[in-house]
């Protein structure tokens, strides 16, 4: 299946730790992806990994589509990881690496996006429109200033 890799990396003005909390809720995700509406079915069961429903909402000529995805969320150090499983056989592999920089968090945004050949460009798009957005929403909800992007 082809695949294309989406990095994009940020800074946010508060502590790796915070940052790094903020990322392992799954209710996080809830408006830092702006397609993501809700979580459900969360799973802790297991030591370092969060299995969860999340629920992106597409609209296509006025028509509301919930789209409803398996995701599975690792930890390692200051790195959070997780895997996607999307209907019509798209996947996004994910990777947030935080590092500390001056007085707040480095962090390096990776996806991996695969699908069809006849759907990779739509899903890649949408998920690089979501990747920028959430640098934005990510440094809003846990600093004062904003994300300055390199």
């Known amino acids: 299946m082809p695949t294309r890799v989406l990095v994009n990396t940020f800074h946010v003005d508060a502590a790796p730790e915070k940052v790094f909390a903020h990322l392992t809720t799954p209710e996080s995700y809830v408006g830092l992806s702006p397609l993501v509406v809700a979580v459900r079915d969360v799973d802790r069961s297991e030591p370092g990994v969060v299995r969860y429903t999340s629920v992106e909402r597409f609209r296509f000529l006025g028509l509301r589509y919930d789209n409803p995805i398996a995701v599975t969320l690792l930890t390692e150090g200051l790195s959070v990881r997780g895997q996607v499983r999307s209907p019509g056989g798209v996947r996004l592999g994910y990777r ?18 695969s699908a069809a050949w006849f759907l990779l460009g739509f899903a890649a798009g949408q998920a690089r429109k979501v990747q920028l957005a959430r640098a934005g929403i990510l440094a809003r909800r846990l600093s004062e200033g904003s994300a300055r992007m390199s």
């Open 96 to 113: 947030f690496d935080l590092s500390p920089e001056g007085p707040g968090t480095r962090v390096a945004d990776r996806l991996d996006v």
